[in-house]
């Protein structure tokens, strides 16, 4: 998950950093992609963030 989107999902980086107990200016270091444990964190304590999967997005994989 991009970096972005988990802050769009939250609401805001404070939103975030609070789901995820670490602090704005950690989220503030992550690049563009979410950290390895940063996301397995987030998919515990949001599963339905990660439940839907676009159509394309589907289909992409299938014929990978």
Do not use: Y
Not at 25 to 51: H, N, V
């Amino acid at each position: 998950m991009k970096t972005k989107d988990a802050i769009e999902l939250a609401g805001s980086a404070a939103a975030l950093s609070r789901i995820l107990n670490i602090t704005q200016s950690a989220i503030c270091q992550w690049g563009d992609d979410i950290p390895e444990l940063s996301l397995f964190r987030l998919k515990e304590r949001k599963p339905a963030w990660f439940k839907s999967q676009p159509r394309k997005a589907r289909t992409e994989k299938a014929e990978a």
